[in-house]
């Protein structure tokens, strides 16, 4: 039996293949005077056909029919698209596009549709920006074309296929005619084996969906044992780049957790002090880049774009010398007293918390990411935004800055001279508390980086740093105390092992499983991953 | 005979805290009783709840005290031995609800049927009873502290690593009780209490009776703090405090004193939360925020660590500044917590017993140096 839907594809088909260019546009005010004077059938026919007609005029043509702005002019029967202009409908002449005057509604008849011509124009749209200029449209209608399956625009595809040049769009119109002569019933057993290959070799999970119908609905043995096969080769395909996701997920929480970790490392790892004031030092880099915002959005809105760029090196001066500020005036006085340390920097938190709470409210403050930072890229199956990529980025920027600060520089080489042997380094004439007093300013600034960095992924509120403090100590220990390195691969180590846990366990019961993996494994090592040997440990 | 064995074995000053907090314990339940209102004299019900909740502070104070302060283990997870006891007399008055209920339901408690529970969890059944629920309340804590210490204690976790993980453990317990799947109320805890061993909670005399046992189990606890401080077993621990590897190489198993006295504590921190519980009216997962260890910690340190007197002192003092500044000036309580923090680590790190003793020693010198 014949359906509406499949008369309209045959008549399209005959459209597309019997006229050619010229001749359809001869054609246009035939189909138009169909659309706005013939029946209901006729109607359904000509959209179909303007929508394959490949003519410039079809697309403001359909357009206003589906907003309701397609007229016929009551005096001589011409069909116009009308927009409001005042009181008034500017008019335009639909099969020109020239200006036709002005009117009023009641001089106009609008051409009505129902809900079933709706759905042929939605279609017939779709079909439409196959042709358009802009390579995104054109994209974006493959791929709706492809979650369709609707047999009725094969004519469309194939059109759009010849006229195409771009190769990467040619392979998606490609996989949409695939989809189409899968779904549609009478394509040859050929045409559906080659369709299943094409289908394959997009590899996604909609074309996983599309191979199981296939093979559960196909009658002929061949192209059943073809739809099934190539769906397991999906299923493996995906689930490699299923576990390549959760890698990158991991490593992205990996970098956060870097990020944050990693002014501690150096703080708790080679100064002894515990410092838990730094989710505080992370939260007033966060809110410097808040304060750069507005800044720059009151003075100078053109630059609004590179206002992370501007709070970077103020978030660590800001934080940075608060830091050398805590040093000078609390955590000097507790050397040797890492428990006091620990209580110190507690009372430091809740006092900047509380701090920042009077100054900026208790509410969230917003914090707008770049446009550069916006946005997703698609990678073979990987989802990856933009901003934390950028992220990662910036954290192993950090790191690699890190190492070569310590490992390059003089203050680098005093601070290491300092923490293997402290009265030898004294001795030695190096100055031990200005190079404290340096450490733990470093340390800090390295937190208000990791808070401009935050500040585009997280909420910017006074409790921003208390997120993060337990997790950097667990990154910090599980690493080893005393090695950047070690911090490394322990935040990206957490990090993925959290993302893996998270399909099974949930979000919540992921991060438990983590915290008692540490208590766990703190009990087998505990120095950490890699721990420092020597005299100078205990 | 044990009494004896209890009142010799403390210290003067001990014996005259127990003394004072039995006397006070008695006498504030009492006072609310039996004055009327009227009088000068009369404690209010607020009062007396705010009282017995200090009680059970300062219990949680003391018992962190003996663990910081006399073996050098500074625990920041004691609020979750502290929640854990309140949650297993959580579940205990829970089940006294039965029917009384928003749904009716005989077994299963509210939040149970609003997430659509068929049946009780296992871990459940036997809290409608007292009996089963009070020996839960001393032996839950004390097995996770004897399963955190066995391991931590044997691998040589000490110092800032063993804070380390005991903060998250507490924070892995308050990630755990917020789920719904726990079977334990998720974010809401558990509240509604309506009897305890078939009195109201809500009775004037229920409360009374909960600040005065308060009174007792701190007194018990000092009492049993004091006469293993005094002990030969509390010189080894402190001496395990001030050179574990000294007290090794002697021949001491550092571990079994270290776990005895943690596991101890653990129960103590137990107690003190189910004796809060029906007192506050509510239990929820908020109690195990590593927040909450920490300031039981600065209690310890404001009244001075390493003796016992001072956790009580430190635990009331300030907790009633808190009760006040968050209810006068709540902007300013944060600023004056953190400053307390600083403070007692800077200046007096031996918190207000080291004043007391500043102070006797100003006045003992210059005696000395005129008889000489």
């Given at each position: 039996m014949l359906s509406k839907r499949s008369l309209a594809a045959l008549f399209s088909l005959l459209v597309s293949v019997l006229f050619a260019g010229v001749a359809l546009a001869a054609d246009l005010p035939g189909l138009v005077s169909n659309l706005t004077t013939g029946g209901l059938g006729d109607r359904e026919a000509a959209i179909t056909a303007l929508a394959v007609s490949g003519e410039e005029r079809a697309a403001p043509i359909l357009e206003a029919l589906a907003a309701g702005q397609l007229y016929v002019?009551?005096?001589?029967k011409l069909a116009v698209i009308g927009m409001p202009a005042g009181n008034d409908l500017a008019l335009t002449d639909a099969i020109s596009g020239k200006p036709a005057g002005t009117a009023t509604e009641s001089d106009l008849d609008r051409v009505r549709i129902n809900n079933r011509l709706r759905g042929t124009l939605d279609d017939a749209l779709g079909t439409l920006t196959l042709m358009s200029r802009d390579p995104r449209m054109r994209r974006n209608a493959a791929d709706s074309l492809f979650k369709r399956r609707d047999p009725a625009s094969l004519p469309a595809i194939d059109k759009a296929l010849a006229a195409e040049k771009d190769a990467g769009i040619k392979r998606l119109f490609n996989e949409a005619r695939a989809s189409m002569i899968l779904a549609s019933a009478d394509a040859s057993k050929e045409q559906k084996l080659e369709a299943i290959a094409t289908v394959r070799d997009r590899g996604d999970g909609d074309a996983l969906g599309m191979l199981d119908n296939a093979a559960s609905a196909s009658t002929d043995a061949d192209v059943k044992a073809a739809a099934t096969a190539a769906a397991g080769t999906v299923r493996s395909t995906l689930a490699i780049w299923g576990a390549a996701q959760n890698v990158w997920y991991g490593i992205s929480l990996g970098s956060v957790l870097l990020l944050a970790a990693i002014g501690l490392a150096i703080t708790f790892?080679?100064?002894?002090?515990?410092?838990?004031a730094h989710g505080e030092m992370v939260m007033l880099g966060a809110y410097t880049t808040f304060v750069v915002q507005q800044t720059i959005r009151a003075y100078?809105?053109?630059?609004a774009e590179g206002s992370v760029i501007v709070a970077l090196p103020l978030a660590f001066l800001v934080s940075g010398a608060i830091g050398v500020l805590i040093e000078r005036t609390i955590i000097r006085f507790l050397y040797g007293r890492p428990l006091d340390t620990l209580l110190a920097t507690w009372g430091l938190s809740l006092v900047l918390q509380q701090a920042v709470r009077s100054i900026f409210g208790p509410t969230n403050r917003e914090v707008a990411s770049p446009s550069w930072m916006s946005g997703t890229f698609q990678l073979g199956q990987l989802n990856i935004t933009y901003g934390r990529l950028w992220i990662v980025v910036f954290a192993l920027l950090v790191f690699a800055a890190l190492m070569l600060l310590l490992r390059r520089t003089p203050l680098g080489l005093y601070m290491r001279a300092v923490t293997q042997n402290r009265p030898m380094a004294s001795a030695m004439g190096i100055r031990t508390p200005r190079v404290d007093a340096l450490t733990f300013g470093l340390g800090s600034g390295i937190a208000g980086l990791a808070g401009v960095a935050l500040s585009q992924i997280d909420n910017v509120s006074p409790n921003l740093g208390q997120g993060y403090i337990i997790d950097s100590f667990m990154v910090v220990v599980f690493g080893g105390v005393g090695n950047l390195f070690g911090t490394l691969v322990g935040a990206t180590a957490l990090g993925i092992i959290n993302k893996f846990l998270e399909p099974y366990a949930g979000a919540v019961l992921g991060k438990i499983l983590v915290l008692v993996f540490i208590i766990l494994f703190i009990q087998r090592r505990p120095r950490g991953l890699f721990a420092l040997k020597g005299r100078s440990v205990e | 005979m044990i009494t004896r064995f209890f009142w010799h074995g403390l210290d003067r000053y001990v014996r005259v805290m127990v003394a004072v907090v039995l006397i006070i314990g008695l006498a504030m339940p009492l006072l609310n009783l039996l004055m009327p209102q009227s009088s000068p004299l009369y404690v209010s019900a607020y009062t007396l709840q705010l009282f017995g909740k200090y009680l059970c502070y300062a219990s949680l104070a003391l018992a962190v005290d003996l663990v910081w302060g006399f073996c050098g283990i500074l625990s920041l997870g004691h609020a979750a031995f502290f929640a854990l006891g309140g949650y297993c007399m959580g579940m205990y008055l829970l089940r006294q609800i039965g029917t009384r209920g928003v749904y009716g339901n005989?077994?299963?408690p509210d939040f149970m049927v609003f997430l659509g529970y068929k049946e009780l969890p296992w871990f459940w059944h036997g809290f409608d009873s007292f009996w089963f629920a009070a020996p839960m309340i001393v032996i839950v804590p004390s097995v996770l502290a004897l399963a955190l210490g066995w391991f931590a204690f044997r691998s040589r976790v000490t110092g800032v690593y063993l804070s380390i993980i005991t903060q998250a453990m507490t924070f892995a317990l308050l990630l755990a009780f917020f789920?719904?799947?726990?079977?334990?109320?998720?974010?809401?805890?558990?509240?509604?209490f309506k009897d305890i061993l078939g009195f109201s909670v809500q009775a004037p005399g229920t409360r009374a009776v909960l600040c005065f046992a308060s009174a007792l189990a701190l007194a018990i606890f000092l009492a049993i703090s004091g006469a293993i401080v005094g002990s030969r077993f509390g010189k080894a621990l402190t001496a395990v405090r001030d050179a574990e590897s000294r007290m090794r190489f002697l021949g001491y198993r550092v571990e079994g004193y270290k776990l005895f006295v943690f596991v101890l504590s653990a129960a103590m921190a137990g107690i003190a939360g189910a004796l809060y519980v029906p007192q506050v009216g509510i239990i929820n997962p908020g109690e195990f925020s590593p927040g909450n260890s920490i300031e039981a910690v600065l209690w310890v340190a404001v009244g001075g660590?390493?003796?016992?007197?001072g956790p009580v002192i430190g635990a009331f003092i300030v907790n009633f500044a808190k009760t006040y500044l968050t209810g006068a000036l709540p902007e300013v309580w944060l600023f004056a917590l953190g400053a307390l923090f600083i403070g007692v680590t800077l200046f007096m790190p031996k918190g207000v017993m080291g004043l007391w003793a500043q102070y006797k020693a100003r006045r003992a010198r210059p005696k000395r140096t005129a008889a000489a």
């Open positions: 002019r009551t005096a001589d790892g080679t100064m002894g002090v515990i410092n838990m100078a809105p053109d630059l | 005989p077994l299963l789920r719904n799947d726990m079977g334990l109320g998720g974010n809401n805890g558990m509240t509604d660590r390493g003796t016992l007197i």
